[in-house]
């Protein structure tokens, strides 16, 4: 079984999301790990006036036994979409709030199609500002790896 590759997948959701439309010549698409904080995008965002897509690994992984004869190991993950608003304009938040997770929920069911049986069946969709004026909502999701128990010769010396 190939192994989950998170980036990967968020990118080509932010590439084929319509509501995102990440290019090459138009960064909408971003990735961070655990540690990283959302403002550390504050720069980034204020130079783009659309909905982007950050990719978060939340660096947290827990290896379980499955129930049967083999391994679990559970990744979660965050993605967010976010979108600049007005305060100047009425429901400019409500409508990127909104906005951000009807994409959101189109990625779960992505991932379930594509993921089903390893994705760990709940997610969540809070809500909040991100920075620099953009709000959008957070998707939380695991996903389930089962690695075998085959030890690669070459990590260790004869």
């Given at each position: 079984m190939n192994k989950f590759d998170f980036f990967a997948f968020a990118e080509e959701m932010a590439r084929r999301l319509k509501g995102i439309?990440?290019?090459d010549q138009k960064c909408r698409f971003f990735k961070a790990n655990g540690a990283d904080s959302a403002t550390t995008f504050d720069d980034k965002l204020s130079s783009i006036g659309s909905a982007v897509l950050l990719a978060v690994n939340?660096?947290?992984a827990?290896?379980?036994?499955?129930?049967?004869?083999?391994?679990?190991?559970k990744a979660s993950y965050a993605?967010?979409?976010a979108s600049?608003?007005?305060?100047?304009?009425?429901?400019?938040?409500?409508?990127?709030?909104?906005?951000?997770?009807?994409?959101?929920?189109q990625i779960r069911n992505v991932l379930l199609q594509r993921y089903g049986t390893r994705l760990v069946k709940s997610s969540r969709y809070p809500g909040d500002v991100l920075g620099d004026n953009f709000y959008g909502k957070v998707l939380e999701f695991t996903i389930a790896d089962y690695p075998d128990y085959s030890v690669d010769s070459s990590y260790f010396d004869e």
């Open positions: 439309h990440h290019t939340k660096g947290v827990d290896t379980d036994i499955n129930g049967a004869e083999g391994l679990e190991d993605i967010i979409i600049p608003t007005n305060d100047n304009v009425p429901g400019s938040r409500t409508a990127a709030v909104q906005s951000a997770e009807d994409m959101l929920v």
